[in-house]
């Protein structure tokens, strides 16, 4: 396999290109390699000549030419006999490192990375007994990004769908009153919003990532129910009224609440979007996020605006609601068939008393269902104590769930299932868990390497890990030669060139030691770098960020100035931030809207019964998600923040409606918000689950928690929309007793009465007071 690799070329014009052109050098002008395959040709050369006496040790061993190696990432599934010797290995890990110097370099670099492994599955089919994972510096973009093209079809599914639900809610059997192409142009708008702000990134030099799935579902959830909510509170207008004066009234009974939720979203999408957030990825959703929020509030104001005057001018004139054409009167349709009359049922205004007036829009399937019967369930005293105790048991499981919360730190939690990462991490994990990937020391200033005190000062930052270091090797080695380190610094370095020459052990150090040469040929270290090796245990995530975290902190505060990096720190530092960052900005946002929202709410119970349910929902989804095999990742941290919205977005109409309801009682004001706002909350609920369906399908782990936790999210928040908050209202604070008028001399009672007489008798017919 090794020979097959070194054997690869890069067509170019005019030159092929192999691993030897790209590779980086030793100083002997070879490629470098990993020292197993050195471990494995003395080995092989041992075999050959029947030699008995090579061993190989674990982690550490030592070649023919006298030097010390580290195996313990090359080498995994390790049995080994009495004094670390090898026995068996099930697993072996070859490292290739190239050059990235210049463009050109990385072009041949990428296409060579491609034909690599192309070169090892081949290899694989003619090898079947021997399983290999490739992965290369462009696998886990390449898989990344591969989630969106997996989500396409899917994706398409779930616009159909969503189209089919919301042109159905929409719809009723009175033909005149229906609105599907609301329901449609809902959609639309929604849509509009999020193709200008994808525009706009696009315009602007922004960069797509996977995560921008999510933002569909964003502008879906709020979108679709600020619709909604207008078409529900056109419903409630009086037909006689003018399409203006309909409209005014839409427009001031929901556009408030509207505007609020939309500026919530603002804020809190915005402070994701600003330099607070250190995850690129987040700060991209966020800012993508808030412009098409921002256009969709827009487009709810004009373009929707718009289509529903439209439509209630057909609905004045009594035109079909799809096909726009005048409905004849009843006796008309009478002597048409029966498939006609079906299509073009209506009720006529001339033709309904002013009783039936007002229940117009009661046809239509959830405002019938709501108002007649599950209002009067969900509020019946028998019904009650159910939905405590079913709360009871939510809270119960949410709180197992709570305590078992952890924090997501695999990298196949964000690509496509069956890809190259996740292949290769698992196998990682599985055989490469004895000791963390190798970490790099690097000294970025020139030091007096020549002094003990530095030397010293150097070695006990690596204090308590295993260590691997060149440098320290070096010393070590000038110590077994008892020569002193205390020397000058001319005779120091000198030494330290010529040891290079001399000693074959180091022949890899023009690699971790930079010279810099003066006037008067005097040469100076202006660089180093060594190598740390910790183990680990069972729980290596915790281990690798205590080590983390604690090299960070000495580099601070040592002497010397060095910093430390292994491309696993991204993913780590990824993940230890993509909680803490995001949960520090919602709670920054959530304050600045308890604080913003006091100043416009009508009464503070609004906000603290709003504050109560965003808690009892928020703590719910962590509970569940994780009993849901769910982790605290990036993903799911925003998918939390945007719940918070989306609960708010729900339950603030409901919760306003009845705290700010004067009189009668609590279970009446219940009923009242429910027939109110809960059409509009169902029917942008069934838009929403139907199309997060199909994302349950998609083979991607991205996309399964982003399914899992959007899905949780509305349903909770059904859950106490529904059941939790109508039961609790109905005994808890605000209470409804009838508030009597004061009276006062300035406001008197005038009492004037008039007799009504039959003008035949004497007898009083009627009498009225009137005051």
Not at 30 to 44: G, Y
Not at 201 to 230: A, W
Not at 364 to 371: A, G, M, N, R
Not at 670 to 675: G, Y
Request: charged content about 20%; hydrophobic content about 40%; some cysteine.
């Amino acid at each position: 396999l090794h020979s097959a690799v070194t054997r690869i070329q890069v067509q170019r014009p005019g030159f092929n290109y192999t691993f030897a052109h790209i590779c980086i050098l030793n100083n002997d002008k070879t490629c470098i390699v990993d020292d197993i395959v050195h471990v494995l040709e003395e080995l092989k050369a041992a075999r050959s000549s029947n030699r008995t006496n090579f061993a190989i040790t674990y982690p550490i061993t030592h070649l023919k030419d006298g030097r010390e190696v580290y195996n313990g990432h090359q080498l995994g599934g390790v049995t080994v006999h009495s004094k670390d010797r090898v026995k068996s290995a099930e697993a072996i890990q070859l490292t290739y490192y190239l050059q990235a110097i210049n463009s050109l370099n990385d072009m041949v670099a990428e296409k060579w990375e491609s034909i690599f492994c192309d070169t090892v599955e081949l290899f694989q089919k003619s090898n079947r007994k021997v399983k290999m994972y490739p992965f290369t510096s462009s696998s886990l973009k390449e898989d990344f990004q591969k989630t969106s093209r997996v989500s396409e079809r899917y994706l398409i599914t779930s616009l159909v769908l969503v189209v089919t639900l919301a042109i159905l809610c929409c719809s009723m059997q009175d033909c005149v009153r229906s609105k599907p192409w609301l329901g449609l142009l809902g959609l639309l708008t929604v849509t509009l919003a999020t193709l200008t702000a994808a525009g706009i990134i696009n315009l602007t030099g922004g960069k797509y990532n996977s995560t921008f799935l999510g933002i569909p579902f964003v502008m879906l959830g709020h979108g679709l129910y600020g619709t909604f909510e207008m078409l529900s509170s056109w419903r409630k207008t009086r037909e006689d009224q003018h399409v203006k004066e309909r409209t005014a009234a839409v427009f001031a009974d929901s556009m408030l609440s509207f505007s609020l939720t939309t500026a919530m979203y603002l804020v809190t999408f915005g402070i994701g979007a600003s330099p607070f957030t250190n995850i690129e990825a987040a700060r991209i959703f966020c800012c993508n996020s808030c412009i098409a929020i921002f256009f969709n509030y827009l487009y709810v104001l004009s373009f929707y605006g718009s289509s529903l005057v439209f439509t209630g001018y057909i609905e004045n004139n009594y035109q079909h609601s799809i096909f726009c054409r005048k409905v004849p009167k009843p006796e008309v349709l009478q002597e048409k068939p029966a498939w006609y009359r079906f299509l073009l049922t209506a009720r006529f205004s001339e033709d309904t008393t002013d009783s039936e007036e007002t229940n117009t829009y009661e046809s239509h399937l959830l405002v019938w269902f709501l108002k007649r019967y599950y209002c009067d369930w969900i509020t019946n005293t028998y019904v009650k104590p159910f939905v405590v105790l079913f709360y009871l048991v939510y809270i119960s499981f949410a709180l197992m769930g709570y305590l078992q919360v952890s924090e997501g730190s695999d990298l196949s939690n964000i690509v496509a299932t069956a890809t190259r990462t996740i292949e290769y991490t698992t196998a990682q994990q599985k055989y490469f868990s004895n000791y963390s990937p190798v970490i790099g020391f690097y000294i970025y200033e020139s030091i007096e390497y020549w002094n003990t005190s530095v030397q010293e000062d150097v070695l006990e930052y690596t204090k308590g890990f295993v260590r691997i270091s060149w440098f320290e090797s070096y010393l070590n080695y000038l110590r077994k030669l008892n020569i002193s380190t205390g020397l000058p610094k001319k005779n120091f370095t000198d030494m330290l060139r010529n040891s290079f020459l001399k000693a074959p052990q180091f022949a890899h150090f023009s690699e971790d030691i930079i010279f810099s040469k003066k006037y008067n040929n005097e040469v100076d270290v202006v660089a180093s770098r060594m190598f740390l090796v910790a183990k680990t245990m069972e729980t290596k995530r915790e281990e690798l960020y205590d080590l983390l975290e604690t090299l960070r902190k000495l580099s601070l505060t040592s002497k010397v100035k060095f910093i430390v990096f292994n491309p696993s720190f991204v993913y780590m530092d990824r993940y230890a931030s993509s909680v803490g960052a995001p949960l520090q900005n919602s709670c920054i946002s959530a304050l600045f809207l308890l604080f913003f929202s006091a100043f416009l709410v009508a009464d503070s119970l609004i906000n603290v019964w709003l504050t109560l349910t965003v808690a009892s929902v928020e703590f719910g989804v962590i509970g569940f998600m994780t009993l849901w095999k769910v982790e605290l990742d990036c993903i799911s941290v925003l998918c939390l923040i945007y719940g918070i919205n989306y609960t708010i977005d729900n339950c603030a109409p409901l919760l306003s409606t009845f705290v700010l309801g004067k009189e009668f009682t609590r279970t009446k004001w219940v009923k009242n918000a429910l027939e109110v706002h809960g059409v509009a909350i169902l029917q942008s609920y069934l838009c929403y689950i139907v199309g997060l369906i199909p994302l349950a399908a998609v083979p991607s782990n991205l996309t399964r928690t982003l399914f899992r936790c959007l899905f949780l999210i509305a349903l909770v928040t059904f859950f106490h929309c529904f059941a939790i908050l109508p039961v609790i209202l109905t005994f808890l604070p605000p209470s409804k007793k009838k508030r009597k008028e004061k009276k006062n001399p300035e406001n008197r009672e005038e009492i004037e009465c008039v007799e009504m007489v039959d003008m035949d008798s004497t007898r009083v017919v009627d009498q009225i007071t009137t005051v």
